[in-house]
C-alpha cells in the first residue's frame, strides 16, 4: 500500500503520526511511504532519519494527498486540507467528528473512508488509541493549571502545593477516567486538595483504594458539582462520551458562583467540552477570561510536548496502522472489531451512530460496507 504521512499544520501541532521506526516497519512488510519535508521536525525526527528508515520525502502537501491510498495523520483534517482528500481514499487520524459539524460534512462530500483513532474500542470498552494522549492530556491539564493559577498569568496567585502553615489549593476533577485519573495523580502529588467526580460508584471505590489520603471521591450530580465549585481553585473538565459530544456539566449561569482568579481546564474540549462557556482556543492564544474565571481550552494540548506526545501515540497507532496496510480497511476491520468501531463515515455516508446523532444526519450500518 501507498502511504502518506503529511505534516501537521494545525497551530502549534508539532506531533508527527509516524516515526522513522514505524516506517522501517511499513518498509518491512512492502509499502511504499511517502513523507512530507520537515513532518517530524517538531517531534525531534529529521528527513534524514526517514530517508535511513526507507521513507521518500516529499515538498508538499499536495503531493503527499495526491500519491497515497491511506493518509496518516495526528490532528483532524482542517479547511485548507479538505480538497485534497480523494474519493476512497483511506484517512487514519483523530476525527471528533461530534464536534465539528462542517469537518463531518467535508469528509462526507470527500467520498474517503474515515477511521477515527478516538473510537477504535476494545472489548473491554477501553479505548486504546485515545489512551495515551488522554495520559498525557490529564497530566498536562495540572501542569497549565497551576501556570495559570499563578498572578501574572491573571490567576489568583495561589500555589497549587501549599507550604507549611497556608492551606493548598483545592482542585475539582470532573470524571475519573483516564484524564481524571492522571489528573488527580498529578494535582495530589504537588500536594493539593483533590476530589474527583464521577456517576460510577464502583469507578470511585477503585479510585478510593489507588488515591493517596489528599484526594477525596465524590458522586457526581448538578447539586455536589455546584457545591464543590464554590471553593474551587482549579477545575479540570475531563469527562468522555465515545464519539459523542460531551455533557455540559458547568452551565453559564454557575461561573458567578466559582471565586474570581480561578482556573477550568476543559480537557474534553475536543468532543464539545464540558463547559458551556468552552470554545477551542490555541497554544498561541490559549485562554480567554469570562465572569473573572479563566477558561483554559486548547483543542490540541499533548501538541505542546510533541516528543512524548508522537512516541506514545505511535506506539499505540503502529500495530492498527499495519493491520490496515498489510490487508487493506475492508478486511482489517471485517477481522479486528477494534478497527471496525473507529469507522466513522464510508464514500458519503456516516457509519458511527454517535456522529449521527451529534448533527441528526441519516445513519448507515457499517456492515452495508463490510459485508457487500
Not at 482542585?171 to 488527580?184: D, P
Not at 452551565?251 to 462557556?277: H, S, Y
Not at 501538541?303 to 480497511?329: C, E, F, H, M, R
Amino acid at each position: 500500500m501507498i502511504i502518506g504521512v503529511p505534516k501537521e499544520i494545525k497551530n502549534n501541532e508539532n506531533r508527527v503520526a509516524v516515526t522513522p521506526a514505524g516506517v522501517a516497519e511499513f518498509k518491512k512488510r512492502g509499502h511504499t511511504i511517502y513523507v512530507q519535508a520537515s513532518a517530524g521536525l517538531g517531534s525531534g525526527f529529521s528527513d534524514e532519519s526517514y530517508v535511513e528508515a526507507g521513507a521518500q520525502i516529499l515538498g508538499t502537501i499536495e503531493e503527499v494527498y495526491k500519491i497515497a491510498e491511506m493518509i496518516v495523520k495526528v490532528k483532524e483534517p482542517i479547511e485548507s486540507e479538505y480538497p485534497l482528500i480523494k474519493k476512497d481514499q483511506l484517512v487514519f487520524t483523530y476525527f471528533h467528528f461530534a464536534s465539528h459539524e462542517p469537518l463531518t460534512h467535508a469528509m462526507i462530500n470527500s467520498g474517503a473512508t474515515c477511521l477515527a483513532y478516538e473510537t477504535v474500542e476494545k472489548s473491554d470498552r477501553s479505548l486504546p488509541l485515545l489512551v495515551p494522549m488522554s495520559e498525557v492530556a490529564g497530566r498536562m491539564s495540572v501542569q497549565e493549571g497551576a501556570k495559570y493559577l499563578e498572578k501574572p498569568m491573571g490567576g489568583k496567585g495561589i500555589l497549587l502545593g501549599g507550604v507549611p502553615g497556608v492551606r493548598p489549593a483545592n482542585v475539582l476533577i470532573l470524571g475519573g477516567g483516564i484524564v481524571g485519573t492522571q489528573a488527580a495523580k498529578m494535582a495530589a502529588g504537588f500536594g493539593a486538595r483533590v476530589t474527583i467526580m464521577d456517576i460510577s460508584i464502583p469507578r470511585l471505590r477503585q479510585l478510593d483504594d489507588i488515591m493517596p489520603a489528599n484526594v477525596e471521591t465524590v458522586f457526581s450530580n448538578e447539586y455536589n458539582i455546584r457545591e464543590a465549585i464554590r471553593k474551587a481553585d482549579l477545575i479540570i473538565g475531563a469527562v468522555l462520551i465515545p464519539g459523542a459530544k460531551a455533557p455540559h456539566l458547568i452551565t453559564r449561569d454557575m461561573l458567578k458562583t466559582i471565586p474570581t482568579g480561578a482556573v477550568m481546564v476543559d480537557v474534553a474540549v475536543d468532543q464539545g467540552g464540558c463547559f458551556e462557556t468552552t470554545k477551542p482556543t490555541t497554544h498561541a492564544d490559549p485562554t480567554y477570561v469570562i465572569d473573572g474565571v479563566i477558561h483554559y481550552t486548547v483543542a490540541n494540548m499533548p501538541g505542546a510536548v510533541p516528543y512524548t506526545s508522537t512516541l506514545a501515540l505511535t506506539n499505540a497507532t503502529l500495530p492498527y496502522a499495519i493491520q490496515l496496510a498489510d490487508k487493506g480497511w475492508k478486511r482489517a476491520c471485517n477481522e479486528n472489531h477494534d478497527l471496525k468501531l473507529g469507522l466513522n463515515v464510508i464514500a458519503g455516508k456516516v457509519v458511527y451512530k454517535g456522529v449521527s446523532d451529534a448533527f441528526g444526519l441519516p445513519y448507515t450500518h457499517v456492515g452495508e460496507f463490510l459485508n457487500g
